[in-house]
């Protein structure tokens, strides 16, 4: 995952969390004092459009990070913040279920319970990506700089069947353009050589 991958993620998902809790905070406990009124805060409109623009961009940036990152680190036995991993990437599918559903039901008893499992999976969705950015940026400070990544099963096969470095290559020709015949003539012609007097 690169630095812009990371920073796309958390950006994101920050945006996202902050105006759906400011929304849903505005809609269940807050109350205007007009009776008539239809939102009970006057920022409550514009939490919900940002909370609207802001998840497909969290959505998408999972999606950038799904291959490299994600399922590979799931299919390794890497120790970094796996558990904080595992638990955002788990989260995940049924988060957005629940978001897309939510503005498709129209049963007032089924949205209730979409709106606070929505709530739940998002405060565990945005923690636990929150947490998998500190235990990161600590094991890289740790580390001085390193990534915390290891060579995953699929880079130690493919390191098996690299071919041999240029340098290797360059090394090896002058033997291999020597033919049979002249490597004979070369070591005869080497013992039949007298020094010469001093």
Known sequence: MTRFHGWFLYGSTIATAASGITYFVMKRFFESSDPWAVINHPLEPWALKLHILSAPLMLFAVGLITTQHIWRSLRSSLPTGRHSGRIASY??????????SIQAITSPLTLEVLAWAHLALGLVAAGAIGVHRM????????????????????????ADTDPVPDSCQELEA?????????????????????????
């Not at 989260?91 to 897309?100: C, I, K, M």
């Not at 002058?174 to 007298?194: G, I």
């Open 91 to 100: 989260v995940f599918v049924p988060l957005v279920l629940s978001g897309y």
């Open 135 to 158: 235990v990161l940026h600590t094991r890289r400070r740790q580390r001085k700089g390193a990534l915390p990544v290891l060579q995953l099963p699929a880079q130690l096969e493919s």
């Open 174 to 198: 002058p033997r291999r353009a020597r033919s049979p015949s002249q490597a004979d003539a070369h070591a005869s012609r080497s013992s039949t050589e007298t020094p010469a007097p001093r």
